[in-house]
């Protein structure tokens, strides 16, 4: 009878060790799982095209902290989305972004006004997420389609949001 109790015990112990490393091991593989985004996933306002209204319209796609926010990341961001526009961080002053457009010849002579249009208010809205940012000054050689400048969400009231 002994020895059926040592038996029972030691059954018991080893399939208690068991399951807690099975318990930690789906643990540690749930931990590691990294959701990846696509650029314009990872934007926090993106423009889209309203079909009934035929215009773009911006829309939020996530709530961030603004805490966490820095202007690098965004701009990084906004970057991958239009590989053919490239901003560049200057500082931020007060209430301002400055940023430049090195190679401004696509945004000002290829997108169009439209995608001029949709590039510029894309970018000042996820700039103006940035803690105490209200205006985006924007340094570049301007063309047909875009002037630079310093602009506000306000300025772009035809993207109504969504």
């Known amino acids: 009878m002994r020895k059926i109790a ?3 015990v030691l059954l018991c112990l080893i399939t208690a060790c068991n399951n807690e ?5 789906t643990t ?21 095209y309203d079909s009934l209204g035929g215009n773009y319209v911006l829309k939020q796609q996530r709530q961030v902290n603004t805490d966490s926010l820095t202007a690098t990341e965004l701009i990084t961001d906004i970057n ?4 053919n526009v490239q901003l560049e961080f ?14 401004s010849e696509f945004l000002t002579q290829r997108m169009g006004s439209a995608g001029a249009a949709e590039y ?5 809205y996820n700039l103006t997420e940035l803690k105490n940012i209200r205006f985006v000054n924007y340094s570049f050689k301007g063309g047909d389609h875009a002037a630079p400048g310093t602009f506000r969400r306000e300025d772009f009231r ?3 949001q969504q």
């Not at 540690?28 to 889209?48: F, G, K, M, Q, Y």
């Not at 209430?95 to 190679?103: G, K, L, M, S």
């Not at 510029?120 to 000042?124: D, E, F, G, L, V």
Request: proline fraction near 4%; charged fraction near 20%.
């Open 158 to 160: 035809n993207f109504q």
């Open 21 to 25: 490393a099975v318990q930690e091991d």
């Open 120 to 124: 510029m208010a894309t970018s000042t």
């Open 28 to 48: 540690d593989t749930l931990a590691t799982e990294e959701v990846i985004l696509s650029p314009e996933e990872r934007l926090i306002w993106n423009t889209v």
């Open 80 to 83: 991958a989305v239009w590989e």
């Open 90 to 103: 200057i500082k931020v002053s007060n209430d301002t972004i400055y940023t430049a457009i090195p190679n």
């Open 6 to 8: 040592v038996f029972l």
